[in-house]
């Protein structure tokens, strides 16, 4: 999946988990840190990184309230974690 397709992938995925995005919402914008993301969200993202990018990877070594707080870095994450095990 190429970086444009990965990210309208995200965002759509945030959006259908029924976080409400704000108006002015771009992918530096905080999603963790800010409360756009609930716990159920970031549940669905969590298991869709697992699944699909990094299978068995210990997302509990990883500070996701940092490392995923934005779109950019959640891509940032999958880019550098994609594949591995």
Not at 12 to 20: D, L
Not at 39 to 64: K, N, Q
Request: aromatic share 6%; glycine share 4%; hydrophobic share 50%.
């Amino acid at each position: 999946m190429n970086a444009a397709a990965l990210r309208d992938d995200r965002v759509r995925a945030i959006e259908e988990s029924g976080a409400t995005l704000p108006a002015e919402f771009d992918d530096d914008s905080s999603l963790i840190q800010s409360g756009v993301l609930d716990s159920t969200a970031l549940l669905e993202i969590v298991l869709w990184v697992e699944e699909r990018v990094a299978p068995g990877l210990d997302l509990t070594a990883f500070d996701l309230a940092e490392e995923w707080d934005t779109v950019a870095k959640l891509l940032a994450f999958i880019e550098r974690h994609a594949g591995r095990s």
